[in-house]
């Protein structure tokens, strides 16, 4: 397999994985931002407060984007594995 050939399965990767966690990634930084807020503006410092709200955002998110981000994955096994005889030059 040449160098190229290598760069592109890396570059397939990174980017997969680039976008399977990009919803989460985003869900979390916006939790904890209206968190955040939601502690300055009442002065509330507990820190159950701030990781029970983040927590419960993440398993909704999980539970939204987990068909897309299942079939994205699949479709990337899918094909890397496909070419699997073209790989082995």
Do not use: N
């Not at 570059?11 to 209206?34: D, E, K, Q, Y």
């Amino acid at each position: 397999m040449s160098p190229e050939g290598v760069v592109e399965i890396v570059r397939r990767t990174l980017l997969t994985t680039f976008w399977l966690s990009a919803p989460l990634l985003l869900v979390g930084f916006a939790a904890g931002i209206a968190v955040s807020l939601l502690q300055i503006a009442t002065s509330i410092q507990d820190s159950a407060f701030s990781a029970v709200p983040r927590l419960a955002a993440f398993w909704l998110a999980i539970a939204v984007c987990l068909p897309w981000m299942l079939a994205k994955l699949m479709s990337f096994t899918i094909g890397i594995l496909g070419d699997l005889a073209a790989y082995a030059h």
